[in-house]
């Protein structure tokens, strides 16, 4: 019998209708099947045989392709060699029992690559682990309270996603991210419930500011009213920010009250200002005409006697636009300040103190500049020429402060 003849030639039948296989160890008996020729009992069990060769052909394929890990075929392989061991069927059982053993050294080299590409990804996950870590321990140690509740459930579901590594540095890791995220979510609780305590002091106080612009809102006492408004609206700014939905409905409706009052003021100005329109026109034509006749002034009792008739009417004329006030102030303080500069310059003209000073000084330059010319006339005469220069030096400079004190007496007499 040889290998080329196929399966059926490693078996034959017995007249009895008996079926052998030949192995390496001679022929065994492996059934019988009653009631059919030879040929076809002889086939049923090479058909046996077929099957455990396509099982042994499929599990060499897995493994070569590595669609089934090395523990899963090993317990094939031990599977099969029991089924091919002894098996009740016809064929060259010796050719699969070698192939089943010459899968050993693939088994292995299967396993250790495995242990390899396991390795590889323990390392990877290990280091994707550490730096998720890394991140929730820093995140805990911060402030970001919205981004920070985010980035841990984001952070939370890429852990899930990963597989366990070794146990022990696998729970170390654990530990360290969950206790992380406890500790984010302590302070954050902690940090809400003082921001929540602050927000409802924050509120409270708008509320009292809400409650006494509501009284002032229909005032008419434009002014003192104003100024309360400006003070309820530094008091809102000192009270900080209430929670967001509440505090835009506070300012909302704080803006409403100030908006109701001021346009209900500038209401009442325009019309006032309609009204004080021809006080204005008065004004600006009265103070034409004496800007006319008092300027520039050159007689200043006159100027303060016309300047005073002049203000007592400008002044009966009665209010005008508050767009009008400061323009009409300012002409009205240059002519003022016009005659006032006069009468101070008349002042110090005629001031009799200034005078008698100025008189005195005259009168003593005079008589030092009478001493010098006698010392000039005693050195001429016993011939001391350095004297006589230093008296006319002397002589020189008085004479120069005399001419400034002449005119500055001068000034008195005009």
Known sequence: MTDAQGPASFGRVDSDGTVHVTTADGERAVGQVPGVSPEEALAFFVRRYEALELEVTLLEQRLNSGLVSPDDARKAITSVTKSVTGANAVGD????????????PKLTEATEARKAERAKQNEATRAAKEGMVAEAEKIAQGNDWRGGVNRFRALLDEWKALPRIDRATDDALWHRFSSARTTYTRRRKAQFAEQSVKWDAAKATKQEIIAEARKLADSTEWGPTAGAFRELMNRWRAAGSAQRDADEKLWAEFRGLQDQFFNARTSAQSVQDEEFAGNQTAKEELLTKAEADL?????????????????????????????AIRPLDQRLRKLESAVKEAEDAEWKRT????????????????????????????????????????????????????????????????
């Open 295 to 323: 300027l520039p002034v050159t007689d200043p009792v006159a100027a303060r006697t016309a300047y005073r008739a002049f203000l007592e009417e400008y002044n009966a004329l009665g209010k005008v636009p508050r767009d």
């Open 351 to 414: 001031d009799p103190e200034a005078r008698q000073r100025a008189e005195e000084t005259v009168n003593m330059l005079s008589a030092e500049i009478e001493k010098l010319q006698e010392r000039i006339a005693k050195a001429e005469a016993r011939g001391d020429a350095s004297a006589i220069k230093k008296a006319q030096d002397s002589v020189a400079a008085y004479t120069t402060w005399l001419d400034q004190a002449k005119a500055t007496l001068a000034d008195f007499t005009r």
């Open 93 to 104: 059982l010796a050719s699969l029992t070698a192939r089943l053993d010459a899968l050993a």
